[in-house]
């Protein structure tokens, strides 16, 4: 076991006899640490795709927070009124008429 392992460290199974069936093993083995690599840049790629994504939302959530308070104060009554004067638009002292149609 100790023997084989040396010539693993030692790269001596590459020049031996017989080495082709060993050759067609270490391009196995490259073939798939390039595998590994892509699948590792493809993944670390996503990641950095999801938290930008994750950022994005985040800010547009405060966005949509922040428009929505600006909409609540302009629907306001006391708003409305203040807009009316501005204009010289006077609000109705009479309510309004239901017109029924058969």
Do not use: W
Not at 4 to 26: A, D, P, W
Not at 49 to 77: A, G, P, T
């Amino acid at each position: 076991m100790s023997n084989n392992l040396k010539k693993i460290l030692l790269g001596t199974f590459l020049v031996e006899e017989g080495s082709k069936k060993n050759l067609r093993f270490v391009i196995f083995l490259f073939l798939l640490c390039i595998v590994m690599i892509y699948s590792s840049h493809s993944i670390d790629k996503k990641i950095i795709l999801i938290s930008d994504v994750k950022n994005e939302v985040s800010v547009l959530q405060s966005e949509f927070i922040d428009n929505r308070k600006k909409v609540m104060k302009l629907k306001m009554e006391s708003n409305v009124a203040s807009v009316m004067i501005d204009k010289k638009i006077k609000s109705s002292t009479s309510p309004p008429k239901i017109i029924i149609i058969n």
